[in-house]
């Protein structure tokens, strides 16, 4: 079929409707239609200006609005930080008529330059919040702020649940999906469902949610077993675009269905819920019009179904400007995309369609954003326009292409992991989400890197630095999971299971050869190998042990106990540890005698928080001295006669120190954070100091990182790091279940 690509819809069958941007709101991200056809639509700020949203209600039969709320006036919004400038595809309607939403956030502090959510996450003072709930009674304009369900974290989509005591949402930033409870205020956190951002969420017939994941897997919550299910279904790209596959837009269909349409390409799905059946329709594009780039392809904007389920929606469209097209698809007839025009109402036209709503008169209305005359509503009456013959009128076009306020170009905004080869291992994709969380890594003989994972059983992972797929991945235990693991002699791991068992897995015949049952129930830690055959361990209450795997005998160490459970344990040789005594206070134990000795030298600590400097990692160099983490996030050096120290600060505000590993000669690299952290990658020696690596993610909106051939990544929480001396190669693992790795080669430090 061949477009006309030029035609614009003519004015006469559409209704222009200005929304308020006079303080700087360009952009909409939340228009919804409530079940007896009352229309909101929340007006936000997005780039560089600092505005806080706004809510209002749009009357569809003569386009006015009226406002409901203003956000900065219902919440404390402080200067310094990043304000609630979006209602972001959270708002839905509850039974007795009011609106529930949260905010979200993609606008800089006035004191800010340009919008850092990511550089200032840690920064409690410039950062953001987090978002808050709120629950609006549109008839009386009352607001009732439920506060911030989880510190920091941007609220990024968020759904009713069939049950209305529940409400669920996604975090921008951590890729997390969570409830509220409205009855008890009671947050749950059901972890990683998305590499990063990914807003919307819709429910079938029986109140299921679905969701889908950055870079296009799609999953479902079901509310009655509690749970998460990866449906093992994927939005691909005609392109072989590895940007923004997410799923953007769902709707029910006629025929009890969903229709799943991804961001970038517009892959559509049609999902049967009770078989997980799948039907594949194609793409959003016009046939046979082609992209113009790999990362600027078709991008679907806008998506909503009339009385006999045709779909339209935006398209976006390039003539020497960016701006959309309306497209009307039979997609369930068996038609083909058909172009309507492209939508410039008096030259006004459209950089981005957010939503669309059909009311009950048949009307079609859109809201546009983040053009320069943003943000307006577009209404068209759908039944008097017809697909644009060659002699059509020709749409008013200035050639314009704007800013892209995603892109970052600047080194110095830039958070990843800089090395000459960069690659993800994106686990998650290729075995369930629960058996993807990486405990542990060890190289083998064989150049392969092995990984012990899963949630609920033991399994083996083999990879290498090329691989796209694992190599083998295998469930050596079912019985019990990981409770902790260390490398073991040679060729072997070993692993403490949570049925109370200690596993030897052997790399070279990658299987479980050992199973040794473990009477003390309390065991929960191995801690290093001592004494030529024998393991440190400890249990929940601090005491040690030394375990005789052959023998299957226990023994408990006289005089001495961890301060923290969680503590870390040094050895420095066969017969002596070091570890953290009370407080500031560092002991050196030898296993053989039980003797203990406090060290003239003490841990480092922030002045007045002395408890919190209990060592949580640490490396022995070559010349004896050793590299201490804390608990509290200094890194220091003990010398080899440990009678003094080098304290070389702190790298962050909140977080500790853990995994430090052995690179090359006194460098060392090691994790920054904990499970509610954004974790960074450190190096350390004493020449050069304490050096910040950045956080492991491979971030398409990167100008440096957009042309590699690698899908999108960002591991949050990270389990541990490996690095091999060939090819001199760095592996960062996730510790989420969502399960990651970033592969690097010749990190640059």
Not at 68 to 77: F, G, L, P, R, S
Not at 83 to 91: A, N
Not at 624 to 644: K, N, P, Q, W
Request: with cysteine; net charge negative.
């Amino acid at each position: 079929m061949k477009h006309n690509l030029l035609a614009g819809i003519p004015d006469e069958h559409t209704r222009f409707t200005q929304l308020p941007n006079e303080k700087g709101h360009n952009a909409s991200w939340d228009f919804c239609r409530s079940k007896d056809d009352r229309f909101f639509v929340s007006v936000c700020g997005e780039g560089d200006i600092p505005v806080s949203a706004l809510l209002y209600e749009y009357y569809p039969d003569t386009g006015n609005i009226r406002e409901i709320c203003d956000v900065a006036k219902a919440w404390i919004v402080d200067p310094a930080q990043m304000p609630p400038s979006k209602i972001h595809t959270s708002l839905d309607f509850l039974s007795d008529g009011r609106l529930i939403m949260a905010t979200h956030n993609t606008a800089p502090a006035p004191n800010h330059k340009r919008w850092l959510f990511e550089q200032h996450y840690e920064d409690i003072w410039e950062g953001y919040p987090g978002s808050i709930l709120m629950i609006v009674d549109p008839d009386s304009n009352d607001v009732r702020v439920l506060g911030i369900p989880v510190p920091r974290e941007s609220i990024y989509g968020g759904i009713l649940g069939n049950d209305e005591r529940y409400y669920y949402f996604t975090g921008y930033m951590r890729g997390h999906f969570y409830r509220l409870d409205l009855e008890t205020n009671e947050v749950k956190d059901y972890g990683k469902i998305s590499e990063f951002a990914s807003c919307r969420l819709i429910k079938d017939a029986k109140g299921r949610i679905y969701g889908g994941a950055y870079t296009g897997e799609l999953w479902r919550f079901d509310p009655e077993k509690d749970a998460i299910e990866d449906l093992k279904v994927s939005f691909h790209s005609e392109f072989g675009n590895k940007y923004r596959r997410m799923l953007i837009f769902g709707l029910n269909t006629p025929r009890d269905t969903l229709l799943f349409i991804s961001n970038i390409d517009g892959d559509v799905i049609e999902l049967y819920p009770e078989t997980l059946e799948t039907v594949r329709h194609g793409f959003v594009h016009l046939r046979p019009e082609q992209p113009r780039a790999p990362y600027l392809t078709h991008t679907i904007g806008g998506l909503a179904a009339d009385e006999n389920f045709v779909l339209y929606y935006g398209l976006e469209s390039y003539h020497d400007a960016e701006l959309m097209r309306l497209v009307r698809w039979d997609i369930l007839g068996g038609g083909e995309p058909e172009n309507l025009g492209l939508i410039s109402p008096s030259g006004k036209q459209a950089y981005y369609i957010c939503e669309m709503h059909f009311d009950r008169r048949g009307l079609l209305h859109m809201v546009e954003v983040c053009g320069e005359h943003s943000p307006y509503i577009l209404a068209i009456d759908t039944k008097r326009i017809q697909v644009p013959g060659e002699d059509a009128p020709l749409a008013k076009i200035k050639p314009i292409t704007l800013h892209n306020m995603h892109m970052n170009n600047d080194r110095i905004y830039d958070l990843h992991m800089e090395a000459d080869v960069i690659s993800t291992f994106p686990l998650h994709r290729f075995v369930s989400w629960k058996n993807a969380k990486v405990k542990h890594m060890k190289e083998g003989t064989d150049g392969s890197v092995y990984g012990i994972t899963g949630s609920e059983s033991v399994y083996l992972l083999q990879m290498n630095f090329e691989c796209a797929e694992p190599l083998l991945f295998e469930e050596l235990y079912a019985e019990g999971s990981t409770v902790s693991c260390i490398d073991g002699y040679d060729h072997t791991i070993l692993v403490m299971t949570s049925d109370h068992r200690l596993l030897v897995v052997d790399l070279l015949k990658k299987a479980c050869v050992q199973v040794i049952a473990l009477e003390n129930k309390k065991l929960n830690r191995i801690h290093c190998l001592i004494q030529e055959d024998k393991l440190l361990i400890s249990d929940s209450d601090g005491k040690l042990y030394v375990f005789d795997p052959v023998e299957s005998k226990t023994d408990e160490l006289m005089n001495i106990s961890l301060q923290e459970v969680w503590s870390h344990l040094v050895k420095l040789n066969e017969d002596e540890i070091i570890l953290s005594g009370w407080g500031d206070e560092i002991l050196r134990y030898r296993v053989s005698t039980g003797h203990v000795e406090r060290l003239d030298v003490l841990s480092q600590a922030i002045k007045g928080r002395a408890f919190k400097s209990t060592i949580t990692t640490s490396a022995l160099l070559d010349d004896g001295t050793l590299v201490c983490g804390t608990f509290d996030g200094i890194l220091y050096t003990l010398s080899a006669d440990r009678t003094s120290v080098i304290c070389y600060g702190r790298l962050y505000s909140t977080g500790e120190l853990r995994g430090l590993i052995r690179i090359s000669g006194d460098r060392v690299a090691g994790i920054y954070g904990g499970p509610k952290d954004a974790g960074h990658v450190f190096a350390f020696s004493p020449r050069e100091g304490l050096r910040d690596l950045g956080r492991p993610r491979v971030n398409k909106e990167t100008e440096s990182l957009k042309n590699i051939d690698s899908e999108w990544a960002s591991i949050h929480y990270i389990s541990c790091i490996l690095h091999t001396a060939v090819g001199n190669r760095l592996y960062v693992a996730s510790g989420e279940e969502f399960g990651c790795l970033i592969r690097y080669q010749d990190l640059i430090i």
